[in-house]
């Protein structure tokens, strides 16, 4: 018995011999500040990636990363406001903001009119008191949330938030301009625009009436 165990023993250590490979350890790999064919430059360490963010960086943009500096909402982008910047903030803002703020921002998106309003009415950019708030307001918002909407800062980087910001101001600046503001050949072009009659007051909403009740006995 003792031989047969001691045979058994040597058998298994033999299989587990035969399992232990050095493949990965022996694969072709590109180390550190080494060369490398692959690469143009023959440099195997690679620049990081544009937007990389290395882990544990310290973000001392206080503007850039919070929307806040010295605990208050700045009221100045800390980035240029470009054409590109506002195509980008339109397009993201449809993806994540116009089904409860709406298309111009108005509140009245798709969840906010199936009953979301019930637990809270959803933001409208064109109230005065959204009008008035300093740009970092909206972008702390999407970072952190507000109310009933959850933080978006782990589902947009903070570029698109700025960028989603810049395209709430257009659309504060689409619906509540004073006349005096716009240049006067852009007021002209507005003016000479053909216009349906009555367009100036919109229609009011239907309101649904309630269907009669329904005798007793009647068929469904």
């Not at 909402?73 to 406001?81: D, G, L, R, Y």
């Not at 903030?89 to 009119?113: D, L, P, T, Y």
């Amino acid at each position: 018995m003792r031989s047969r165990a001691l045979w058994l023993a040597s058998l298994a250590a033999l299989f587990a011999g035969l399992g232990c490979h050095q493949d990965m350890w022996l694969q072709p790999k590109a180390l550190s500040q080494t060369k490398t064919p692959v690469f143009a430059n023959a440099a195997a360490s690679r620049a990081s990636v544009r937007g990389t963010v290395e882990f544990g960086k310290p973000m001392t943009d206080e503007a850039y990363y919070t929307g806040r500096v010295n605990g208050v909402p700045v009221s100045e982008f800390p980035i240029p406001v470009t054409e590109e910047l506002l195509r980008r903030g339109k397009e993201r803002f449809m993806v994540n903001c116009s089904h409860c703020h709406g298309a111009i921002g108005n509140g009245k998106g798709m969840i906010a009119q199936r009953g979301f309003t019930l637990a809270r009415p959803v933001g409208n950019y064109h109230s005065e008191r959204l009008r008035n708030m300093p740009i970092g307001h909206f972008f702390e918002v999407i970072t952190n949330g507000y109310g009933t909407m959850y933080p978006m800062k782990s589902r947009i980087k903070p570029a698109d938030r700025w960028a989603i910001a810049a395209y709430i101001r257009v659309l504060q600046r689409s619906q509540y301009t004073p006349i005096q503001q716009i240049p006067q050949e852009e007021a002209a072009r507005l003016e000479a625009l053909p216009r349906e009659p009555g367009q100036d007051a919109p229609p009011e909403p239907k309101i649904m009436q309630p269907k009669p009740a329904m005798p007793a006995g009647a068929n469904l």
